[in-house]
Structure formats: structure tokens, C-alpha cells
């Protein structure tokens, strides 16, 4: 394990900003991550724990240790009939994760297939797409206390997740180092289907015979359609979350717009698409020097070239704004922004 001193952050983030972190660190095995943690001066320095760097915006060279998990390895913790916990290592990237249970045959992350990122930080923001998230299948984590060095186990119901959310994107921020993340993935063949996007690309009657191969393709296929590709156009996938609002707000907007694209999630709570939101503020595929909006969903904001991240920063206030002003929402960013 070797810390490094002023390093470019250009490949460890997917804007593919070329900012500096003042110390860097790779951490490839656990005993690194424990080497680490026994630095005296990591208890006080300022840290980030990166693991892919697809939610993340830096507007700034970064004045602390970044340390990136480069943990590897897949493996079957025990299995019964019906299904099987596989623990994985928080540097492997997650879509080599769902290559790994579609070859074993296992169901229940397919639908996550592609997602940039890694294993680690997956249950951070509660990953999700196409009707599924990682919660659906998730078992445990471990991982280490950065302040004391305990190591914990956090199971399901501790984790608080929620929409793109986690007790780890909350009170332990940059406090919890997760190690392993374990899942219960199933044997038997069952499809989570109903998204929209599916009917669309699946002919009447492909549905019953579909093996999990070719979901997983299908799935791959929908998100190279409709999302850029990281390494032509940095992006760090949807810039803001879906906001949710109350009956009488999404009464309101009805009225005034018939067209609005929204989904009940409780009686009383309402998402809304902020795609759609947004285009209709005129911002789909707009750009404004280096920055933009993708042409095919304009929650996707896009680096075309070399732009700063406070020139990213400046432009999605100005989506929030224009939508705040027509719609009266506030859009939250589901990036983080450093
Ligand atoms: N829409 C528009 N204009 C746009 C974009 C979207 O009108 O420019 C409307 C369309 O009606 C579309 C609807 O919004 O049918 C929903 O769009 P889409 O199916 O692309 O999904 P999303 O709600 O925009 C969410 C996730 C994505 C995930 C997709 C598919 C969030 C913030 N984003 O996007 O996740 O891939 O669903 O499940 O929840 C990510 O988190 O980084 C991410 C890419």
C-alpha cells in the first residue's frame, strides 16, 4: 500500500475531471484497508472513499487522502433449493457481479445489469433500474469504522435504505468503509418484467421462454439505447433524484400540465420524472459550453469535453432553477458533489 501525493483524479471519476487529490491511496486487499486505518493521521485528516467514482461531481482538487477500494472477488457463502448468499468484494465492479450470477444461473440482479460502479458502493445509494433495486436482494455488509476500527456486520433492516439512499449516504458518511456486501440471489426462475421499457422491446410471447441471459442483454441493450456511454461522454448517470410530492401538489401540476409524467408511491406520495421536468424547461440536449444535457433523457447531464466541475455545478443550478421557477419542485441531486 503506497499513499501518493498530488494525484490526478481524471480516470477514478466518470465526468473525467482532472482534479488532484492531495494523498491517494489504492487499497487492493483487506489488510490494506487495516494497514490504513492504523495511520494515526487518518483519524484527523479529511477522506473520501471512492469505489468507481459514477456519483460523483469534484468542483475542486480535493485537500485530504482519497482512498479508491480495489478489493476483488466473488464467492457462494451456502445454498439451499431455493437460493444461494454470495458475498462480494467492494472494489469488484458491479457489473462484473451481475456477470458472475447470470453465468451461476442466479436471478434477482439482472435488471442491474450495466450499472457503473462498483460492489462497495452499490448499497450506499441503494442502487436501482428497471423496477429493481439492490435492496430487493441484499442480505448483509461488513465493513470497518473508520474512527474506531471496529469492524461491524450491518444487516438489511439497519441499513435504512430508501430511494437511491442508505444510512451510508447519511449518518455514516465517509465514517463506515465497507469491505463485503452479501446477497440472496434466487434459483428459481422468476422475471421482474413490468417495467415500460421491457414491453417495448420484448415481441408478444418472448416474455414466457426469456432465459436470464437475455434479460441481462435486453437490459444492457435498453441502457446503451437511451444513456450515454461513460467513456465517450462523462456522465455520472441520472444527475438529480425523481422528487416526490404530495397529493395536493401533484393535483395542482395535473391541472396545469396534463402530460406530467408521475407515479403514485403511497396515497399521499407522488414521484414525479425529472426527465420530464426538466424537458420541458427546454434543457433536453441544450448546451451551454462544455456541459449538457443527453438528447435522449436530459436527467443525464454530460462533460462534453473539458469542463470544470463548477461549470457542471453552474449548470444544473440553472435546470433546478428553471424548474423550481415553472414547476415550483425542487430537484435534489442524487450525485454527490465534493
Ligand atoms: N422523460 C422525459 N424526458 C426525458 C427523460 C425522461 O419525458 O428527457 C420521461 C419519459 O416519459 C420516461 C420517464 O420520464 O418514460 C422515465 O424515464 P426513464 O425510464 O429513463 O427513467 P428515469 O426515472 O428518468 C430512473 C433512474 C435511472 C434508471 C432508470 C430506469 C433515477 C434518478 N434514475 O430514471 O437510474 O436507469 O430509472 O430504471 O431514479 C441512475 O440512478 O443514475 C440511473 C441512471
Redesign the pocket.
Known sequence: MEIQENVSLKKYNSFGLDVKAKYFVELTNNDDVKELLKLDDLHYAKRLIIGGG??ILFTKDYDGLIAKISTKGNKVLEENDKDVLVESCAGEKWNDFVTYCVEKELYGVE?LSL??GTVGAAPV?N??????ELKDVFESLQGININTGEEKTYLKNECKFD??DSIFKGELKDKFLITKVILRLSKEKKFNLN???FQSYLKPGEQKNITLKQVSELVKK??RD??PNPKKYGN???????PEVDKDKIDELHERFEDI?HFKVTEEKY?I????????CGF?GKNIGNVG??K?????VINFGEATGNEIKNFTEQIQNAVHKKFGVNLIP??NII
Request: net charge positive.
Open positions: 459514477s456519483n435488471n450499472i457503473p445509494q442502487i436501482g433500474a428497471y423496477g429493481a430511494y437511491r417495467y415500460r421499457a435498453i441502457r437511451k444513456l455520472a448517470g441520472s444527475f438529480f433524484k425523481n409524467v414521484k420524472a425529472a426527465g420530464w421536468l426538466i424537458e420541458k433536453r444535457t443527453y435522449r433523457q436530459a436527467l443525464i442524487e450525485v
